[in-house]
Nanobody, 121 residues
Framework: QVQLVESGGGSVQAGGSLRLSCTAS????????MAWFRQAPGKEREGVAL????????YYANSVKGRFTISQDNPKNTLYLQMNSLKPEDTAMYYC??????????????WGQGTQVTVSS
């Protein structure tokens, strides 16, 4: 089992930046991919970005391409999401997850508790 703890959320004005972190513990050797998802009130959870642990290949949702960057520090078992040029529509609870390698939340079985990002106009 893998335990995930996110941090770094907060409130920012449109155009600002935030960096989210997600630290993994437990059976981290079993992790093949890590991903960020988000869920806004009244909306379904959606994939934001994912990274393959070994190849470091990354994928992004079209809505965040060019603004968000996913990265990892493997020795620290930490996943990051650098979010620049934030927009009000980026407001959501952000979760990191492991267990899958696609932008489909149903494929993931390990989730963090989430960290709130609020972007004001």
């Amino acid at each position: 089992q893998v335990q995930l703890v996110e941090s770094g959320g907060g409130s920012v004005q449109a155009g600002g930046s935030l960096r989210l972190s997600c630290t993994a513990s437990g059976n981290t050797a079993s992790i093949y991919c890590m991903a960020w998802f988000r869920q806004a009130p009244g909306k379904e959870r959606e994939g934001v970005a994912l990274i393959y642990k070994i190849s470091r290949t990354t994928y992004y949702a079209n809505s965040v391409k060019g603004r968000f960057t996913i990265s990892q520090d493997n020795p620290k078992n930490t996943l990051y999401l650098q979010m620049n040029s934030l927009k009000p529509e980026d407001t959501a609870m952000y979760y990191c997850a492991t267990g899958g390698c696609e932008m489909t939340p149903e494929l993931y079985n390990n989730w963090g508790q989430g960290t709130q990002v609020t972007v004001s106009s």
